[in-house]
């Protein structure tokens, strides 16, 4: 998929999660011009070769989740299915929620390291144009790693893909890496006071 880096403030060098030093980064997430809602088949299995996601076990904890609806359910674990039409929502406006992706090597058989050169965002609820335009969006998220500041990103008000920029973050067997994004601000939906996160997805290299 083409992207365009919208820009980058200030650069850090690409090391390991165990001796990077780390800096605040201040960056807009770069968008997929191409990406379209589409037909079915291609909203419930929307990945590329190259996400990692499901291949290196990752998991997804939230602060908060709201409560099902019409037979529909807002679990966190909605966030990483690659499914455009499941989705995570919070319980309130999305302010100072956590959203937390937790990746342990230990876990996964015959995987020693990871690259994870890009995070890909499907901000909204992606069930069609006009939920999306329903519920929240996220505006701004502060981003920790292991629990160490890494930066602050900000995202256009758009149902299309967008993506973080992590050069080449390294982990191996040796570290779990949690990587937490705090929500600091949002876009107002027309219906609902609720935030929503239709998939994230991890784009990379394991071996």
Known sequence: MKKVIVSILIC???VS??????EIILFDAAVNDF???????????????EDITVKVKTEVKTTTKAEPSGGDNFEAKNILDGNMKTCWVSSG??????????????????????????????????KDYHTWK??????????????LPYGEIKFEDTYKQQSIDLEKF???RTR????????????????????????????????
């Open 12 to 14: 850090i060098s690409s």
């Open 35 to 49: 990406d379209v809602i589409g037909e079915d088949s291609y909203e419930k299995n929307n990945r590329i070769k």
């Open 17 to 22: 999660f165990s001796q990077r030093e780390f």
């Open 134 to 147: 329903d519920y929240n969006r996220i505006k701004k998220v502060t981003m920790t790693v292991n629990d």
């Open 170 to 172: 390294k982990i191996d």
């Open 93 to 126: 406006d999305g302010k100072n929620e956590d959203i937390e992706i937790v990746i342990d090597l230990e876990e996964v058989e015959g995987i020693n390291a990871a690259v994870i050169s890009d995070i890909y965002f499907f901000n909204g609820d992606r």
């Open 176 to 207: 779990r890496c949690r990587i937490r994004f705090r929500i600091v601000d949002t876009y107002k939906g027309n219906k609902f006071n609720q935030v929503a996160v239709s998939d994230i997805q991890l784009i990379g290299k394991a071996k």
